[in-house]
C-alpha cells in the first residue's frame, strides 16, 4: 500500500501539476516537495508527491551496485 | 521508464549475488517490513537466489493486514447506515470481519467505492451533498500526510459531510515491539522505502544503537533489495549497528519534513492494537481535537461485539515473522484468494497471497 511510482513533471500550476507515470498523464497534489520544476521526477503517492527522485542520487546508486567489492 | 528500467538487469544482479556469497556467516534472519518489499522478494524469486544461511522473514509490513479485526468490523457496521458513503483503497474490500465484510454489505446494498487519492473521497462528498461520507483511513507513514492534507481540504473548502475512519498506524514502534518480544531473532531490518520517505532514517537510530540491529533502508527494485542484503550483511560481518540509506535517491536522514508537518497538525500519536502484534504504545495516530468533527468514529459509533477470527487463521503469528503462510492449516486448502480467510491473503501485499501467487520464495 506505500506504493509509489516514479512520475515526470510536465506542467505545474500551484500545488497541482500534470506528471507523466510510466506514459499516462495525471494529475497530482505537490505541496509536500518544494521548488520543483518541469522535468524533474517525483514519486507518486494516493496522488500525491512525496518527493523528489534526484537524477544524480540515482546514478550513483546504479554504480555503487557495480562496485565489486 | 527512467528510474525503473536501469534497476532491474540482471548481470548487476548476478554480480551483487556473488558479493553476498562471499558472506560465509552463520545463520541470519534479514525482516522486512513493508508489503511491497515482500511482493518485490516474491515476484523476483529473490529468496531462492540468496545462499541458505541468509534467511528472508515478511514482518508487520501490510496495513490492510496489521488492522485489528476491531476495527476490521467497525468499518463493517459503517457500511451498514444508509446515510452513509464508504470510500476505501482497494485492499480493504475483501478483508473478512467477525461475520461479513465491505463487499458483502456492498451486496447488501452499502454505498461502497474504491478510491485511488484521498481527494477523490472529497469529491464524491461535494456531489453527494445529502450523503455522508466516511474515508477508511487505513496506512502508515506514507499515507497519514496524504489523508492529513485531505482532512485540511475539507476544513478549508468547509466540506460539512466529510469524515475519516482513523486506523493509521507507525512503523518504528511495531519493529521496538518485535524486538522486545524476542519471539523471532532479527538480526537485521530492511527499512521500509517510502514510509521512510516520510520519516526519514534518523527515524531508526534507536533501532540501530539501543537493540543493535542493522537497519538498511531499501528502495523497491529487485537490485535495491539485493544491494541492502548485501549492506546489512556487512554491517554484521564488521559488527556494526548503524542506519545506512540505500534508497537515498528518495530517503534524506530527516525525511520530507513538509509531510511530517501535515501529519502533526491533524493527527497525535495514540496508543493502538495490531492484528497479531496486539497493543502497541504510541504505536498509532487519531485525530486531534481540533479535527474531531471529521471523526467517523465519534461521529456514527460504530458498534462491534465480540470481533474475531476463523481460530485456525494464523495470519496474527505470520505477521510477526514466527509462522510461514505453508504452517496454517487452511492455506491452499480452503484459503486461498478467491475464498481469503484472513487479510494475509486479501491484500495484493499480504505474505499468504505472496505464498500463494509465486510459491514459498
Redesign the interface.
Not at chain 1, 45 to 48: E, K
Not at chain 2, 1 to 4: D, G, H, Q, S
Given at each position: 500500500?506505500?506504493?509509489?511510482i516514479?512520475a515526470?513533471i510536465l506542467k505545474i500550476n500551484g500545488n497541482l501539476a500534470l506528471v507523466d507515470m510510466?506514459?499516462v498523464n495525471r494529475e497530482a497534489?505537490i505541496?509536500?516537495?518544494?521548488n520543483l520544476r518541469v522535468g524533474e521526477?517525483v514519486?507518486i503517492?494516493?496522488?500525491?508527491a512525496?518527493?523528489?527522485?534526484?537524477n544524480k542520487?540515482?546514478e550513483?546508486?546504479?554504480r555503487?551496485?557495480?562496485e565489486?567489492? | 521508464?527512467?528510474?525503473?528500467d536501469?534497476?532491474r538487469k540482471r548481470s548487476?544482479a548476478q554480480?551483487?549475488l556473488e558479493?553476498i556469497k562471499?558472506f560465509d556467516s552463520t545463520m541470519v534472519n534479514l525482516m522486512e517490513v513493508?508489503?511491497?518489499h515482500t511482493m518485490v522478494i516474491f515476484k523476483q524469486g529473490l529468496k531462492g537466489m540468496l545462499p541458505e544461511n541468509v534467511n528472508l522473514l515478511s514482518g508487520p509490513g501490510?496495513?490492510?493486514c496489521v488492522t485489528s479485526q476491531e476495527d476490521i468490523d467497525k468499518t463493517i457496521d459503517l457500511a451498514k447506515k444508509r446515510e452513509v458513503i464508504i470510500t476505501t483503497?482497494g485492499?480493504m474490500v475483501r478483508v473478512p470481519g467477525t461475520s461479513s465484510s465491505l463487499e458483502e454489505e456492498k451486496g447488501n446494498g452499502a454505498d461502497l467505492r474504491v478510491i485511488?487519492?484521498?481527494?477523490?473521497a472529497l469529491k464524491i462528498a461535494k456531489q453527494n451533498p445529502g450523503k455522508k461520507v466516511i474515508l477508511i483511513a487505513?496506512?502508515?507513514e506514507?499515507?497519514s500526510?496524504?489523508i492529513a492534507?485531505s482532512v485540511l481540504d475539507a476544513r478549508k473548502e468547509k466540506i460539512e459531510n466529510f469524515y475519516i475512519f482513523c486506523s493509521h498506524k507507525l512503523i518504528p514502534p511495531a519493529m521496538k515491539g518485535l524486538l522486545e518480544s524476542k519471539e523471532v531473532r532479527i538480526d537485521g531490518f530492511i527499512c521500509?522505502?517510502?514510509?521512510s520517505?516520510?520519516i526519514g532514517g534518523n527515524a531508526y537510530r534507536f533501532i540501530a544503537d539501543k537493540y543493535n540491529v542493522p537497519c538498511v533502508i531499501t528502495?523497491f527494485e529487485p537490485?535495491?533489495v539485493l544491494?541492502s542484503i548485501?549492506m546489512l550483511l556487512?554491517q554484521i560481518k564488521e559488527n556494526r549497528a548503524e542506519v545506512e540509506i540505500?534508497y537515498?535517491?528518495?530517503?534524506h536522514p530527516r525525511g520530507?519534513r513538509?509531510?511530517q508537518g501535515?501529519i502533526s497538525e491533524v493527527f497525535e500519536v495514540c496508543d493502538v492494537r495490531w492484528r497479531g502484534l496486539g497493543n502497541i504504545p504510541k504505536s498509532g495516530l487519531r485525530l486531534k481535537n481540533d479535527f474531531s468533527k471529521f471523526d467517523a468514529e465519534k461521529e456514527f459509533r460504530p458498534r462491534i461485539k465480540n470481533s474475531k477470527q476463523n481460530p485456525d487463521c494464523v495470519c496474527g503469528d505470520v505477521l510477526r515473522g514466527v509462522k510461514r503462510p505453508t504452517q496454517c492449516k487452511l492455506f491452499k486448502k480452503v484459503c486461498n484468494p478467491e475464498k481469503p480467510y484472513g487479510p494475509c491473503m486479501v491484500?495484493s501485499?499480504g505474505t499468504c497471497a505472496a505464498y500463494y501467487k509465486y510459491g514459498g520464495g
Open positions: 500500500m506505500c506504493l509509489a516514479p515526470r510510466a506514459g497534489d505541496r509536500m516537495v518544494k521526477y514519486l503517492h494516493a496522488g500525491f512525496i518527493e523528489k527522485v534526484a542520487d540515482a550513483e546508486t546504479l555503487l551496485f557495480k565489486i567489492a | 521508464m527512467k528510474f525503473v536501469e534497476f548487476i554480480g551483487i558479493k562471499r513493508c508489503g511491497t501490510c496495513p490492510v483503497f485492499d485511488y487519492s484521498p481527494g477523490e487505513v496506512g502508515f506514507t499515507t500526510p496524504v492534507a521500509p522505502g517510502h514510509v520517505v516520510v528502495g537490485l535495491d544491494q548485501y556487512k540505500e537515498f535517491r528518495a530517503v520530507n513538509i509531510a501535515l491484500s501485499e
